[in-house]
């Protein structure tokens, strides 16, 4: 699995998301509310999420990013979930479904998040 989503944790959504639009020159692929989502040729996406959603998990303070790993389909993200459980990694967020779809949040031994989801569609 290669990481291919870096996600920063922002105040406003929509502002962001207009403020990176001009900055790459391109239209956010998603956006809502809580969540806009940049797609690069290289294969690496750009997350905004809400600072304010309180169903997601921000262990690290309002500066936190994460590292994460888009996969294609629900049963994709529920068989890492299952491995990484196998591995004996610690969640700080179980499997969830929002309105982007499931997700959850492990840690690395220095406690980076690593956040599983699907893709951008």
């Not at 690290?60 to 993200?77: R, Y």
């Not at 969830?96 to 951008?120: K, M, Q, S, Y």
Request: some cysteine; glycine content about 8%.
């Amino acid at each position: 699995m290669t990481p291919n989503l870096m996600i920063l944790y922002v105040a406003d959504t929509v502002a962001s998301a207009a403020f990176y639009a001009d900055l790459f020159g391109q239209p956010a692929r998603a956006l809502s509310p809580g969540y806009a989502a940049f797609n690069f040729d290289n294969g690496l996406s750009l997350g905004l999420l809400s600072k304010a959603s309180t169903a997601l998990i921000h262990p690290h303070g309002d500066d936190a990013t994460e590292i994460a790993f888009m996969v294609a389909g629900d049963a994709a993200v529920e068989a890492c979930y299952r491995d990484w459980q196998d591995k004996g990694l610690t969640f700080v967020q179980p499997l969830t479904r929002f309105e982007f779809g499931p997700t959850f949040v492990a840690l690395d031994p220095d406690g980076h998040r690593l956040r599983v989801c699907l893709i951008d569609e």
